[in-house]
């Protein structure tokens, strides 16, 4: 099993471009999430998914767009790159009534 | 607003010491309390967790020690070792609802 694999590892994008953060899973958790870290912040949820055709708003949700077409796959879009969104982006996944959530190993990205 | 404040930010500890993490809440309807270590580079990974029904828990030398009524909770970590060395997040959950971080410290054991 992989896990949770996110693509791509680094990612340096000019203000204004768009892009999409891949995530996806081999586990068949139906709960995925979108985290993201920054120095003194922690770990701020984004967006989430329960199940496929199912998302909802987290935390700081705003310039970031998602979807779930299948249980597998939870992309992230940025729609137009702001330097605020500089970060380090972690999916995560879990089966719906259990707790322990599986992380990816992160996507840093810097917007310039 | 955080959901969870978690302290210190960074602390530095003597191999064979003891190191301590507080964190506290306020939503009391979080039912499930757990750690999470991170190491550079690395997403985060569970370490230990907690339910309210118990006071403490221990794993090795790790145990989470929970205040219900003070709704505060911490980590220590007995017999540091330098491959302790790694961020800390505390976190709390409600339910099947999401996952809430503290703002995570940096521990560093010295040799």
Known sequence: ?112 | QQQVKQSPQSLIVQKGGISIINCAYENTAFDYFPWYQQFPGKGPALLIAIRPDVSEKKEGRFTISFNKSAKQFSLHIMDSQPGDSATYFCAAQGGANNLFFGTGTRLTVIP
Not at chain 1, 21 to 39: F, G, I, K, T, V
Not at chain 1, 56 to 62: K, L, S, T
Not at chain 1, 69 to 75: A, K, L, Q, R, V
Not at chain 1, 79 to 90: G, I, K, R
Request: include cysteine; glycine fraction near 10%; proline fraction near 4%.
């Open chain 1, 1 to 112: 099993n992989a896990g949770v694999t996110q693509t791509p590892k680094f990612q340096v994008l000019k203000t204004g471009q768009s892009m999409t953060l891949q995530c996806a899973q081999d586990m068949n958790h139906e709960y995925m999430s979108w985290y993201r870290q920054d120095p003194g912040m922690g770990l701020r949820l984004i967006h989430y998914s329960v199940g496929a055709g199912i998302t909802d708003q987290g935390e700081v949700p705003n310039g970031y767009n998602v979807s779930r077409s299948t249980t597998e796959d939870f992309p992230l879009r940025l729609l137009s790159a702001a330097p605020s969104q500089t970060s380090v982006y972690f999916c995560a996944s879990r089966n719906t009534g259990t707790t322990e959530a599986f992380f990816g190993q992160g996507t840093r990205l810097t917007v310039v």
